[in-house]
């Protein structure tokens, strides 16, 4: 059912010193911060030739990713985006299966504006997984 690794997330606190890093000491092609605020994060995409990184800084007071920072002060990898066809099909089958989703069910417009849904780590072996629809 899930087709390509879309990216890899990592929770940073200084957005600006990861996105240095990755640029200039890793040598990788970085988009400018774009802030969400409806999703509580500022972002940078690392392009790879194979995948993206997406760094996030918390933005505002209640960001999703606050708490995470708190257990993990150094920061560290939040999520992986896994592409599907087709959002609603693939959240009722993993539903049917057991799996919980994360919010009211229904998905949202997430960093590429493509619809998004986050999946319990706990049914993921521990870790934070967003599908995406492409
Ligand atoms: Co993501």
Known sequence: MIGRLNHVAIAVRDI??????YRDTLGARVSA???LPEHGVTTV??????TKIELLQPLGEDSPIAKF???SPEGGVHHVCYEVEDILAARDR????GARVLGD????IGAHGKPVLFLHP??????LVEIEEV
């Open 105 to 108: 069910g229904e998905p949202k």
């Open 16 to 21: 600006e010193k990861a996105t240095a890093i």
């Open 94 to 97: 993993l539903v049917a299966g």
């Open 69 to 71: 920072l708190e257990r």
């Open 122 to 127: 706990k049914d993921f072996c521990g870790t």
């Open 45 to 50: 995409f690392v392009e790879l030739p194979n």
């Open 33 to 35: 911060p774009a802030p």
